[in-house]
């Protein structure tokens, strides 16, 4: 059981360049989410989906397009990217199943700089 | 706009001192709090969560947090620190349903904890 999938860990990008950072779960959750990691900002939702086909902004979704075309995959797209996207980005998902007592799964992280 | 406050962004602490960290969100309804620590170089892990029941809420590693619906807070504490515990810890909320519920996860700014030996 992997868990929360995010590739690549580690990337470098220049301004303008399109990009996306995978990710996969295998536990067939039906929640799924994008972060971003900024210094004194904590994180900050992105875009997020409760199933397949069905997606929605967060917080802070300029820039990013996402799709869910699987129950496994979220993947998070950078069409332009800029250095303000200069980021660490998690994905999480979690089981739709009842609220209570459910646990949301963090993947390790996909660190983005863009010079 | 609806939020989630931590207090103090660096604490430096001594080991087998005491900690309190503070959380305060700004959303009315029913709730769902969290605290999750993430330890340097690896992603973030629950340290424990409210949803209903007990206010105070006991966690892994001696870390637990109470709830205070009327002050809008869910504190974190634990009795005496380890230099283990180094680390920062965010708070976060699951707004109310009408707000996107759990579907959403707003987390606090953090709170960097260095502990000294």
């Known amino acids: 059981n992997a868990g929360v999938t995010q590739t690549p860990k580690f990337q470098v990008l220049k301004t303008g360049q399109s990009m996306t950072l995978q990710c996969a779960q295998d536990m067939n959750h039906e929640y799924m989410s994008w972060y971003r990691q900024d210094p004194g900002m904590g994180l900050r939702l992105i875009h997020y989906?409760?199933?397949?086909?069905?997606?929605d902004q967060g917080e802070v979704p300029n820039g990013y397009n996402v799709s869910r075309s699987t129950t496994e995959d979220f993947p998070l797209r950078l069409l332009s990217a800029a250095p303000s996207q200069t980021s660490v980005y998690f994905c999480?998902?979690?089981?739709?199943?009842?609220?209570?007592?459910?646990?949301?799964?963090f993947g390790e992280g996909s660190w983005l700089t863009v010079v | 706009a609806q939020s989630v406050s931590q207090h103090n962004h660096h604490v430096i602490l001594s080991e087998a001192a005491s900690l309190e960290l503070g959380c305060n969100y700004s959303y009315g309804g029913t709730v769902n709090l969290f605290w999750y620590v993430q330890y340097p170089g690896q992603h973030l892990q629950l340290l424990l969560k409210y949803f209903s029941g007990d206010p105070l809420v006991k966690g892994i590693k001696g870390f637990e947090a109470e709830f205070i619906k009327s002050k809008f807070s869910f504190n974190l504490r634990k009795p005496s620190v380890q230099w283990s515990d180094t680390a920062e810890y965010f708070c976060?909320?699951?707004?109310?349903?009408?707000?996107?519920?759990?579907?959403?996860?707003?987390f606090g700014a953090g709170t960097r904890l260095a502990v000294h030996p």
């Open positions: 989906s409760v199933g397949a086909g069905i997606t």
């Open positions: 999480a998902s979690r089981s739709r199943q009842g609220v209570s007592g459910n646990t949301i799964y």
């Open positions: 976060a909320v699951s707004p109310p349903v009408f707000s996107g519920g759990y579907n959403k996860l707003i």
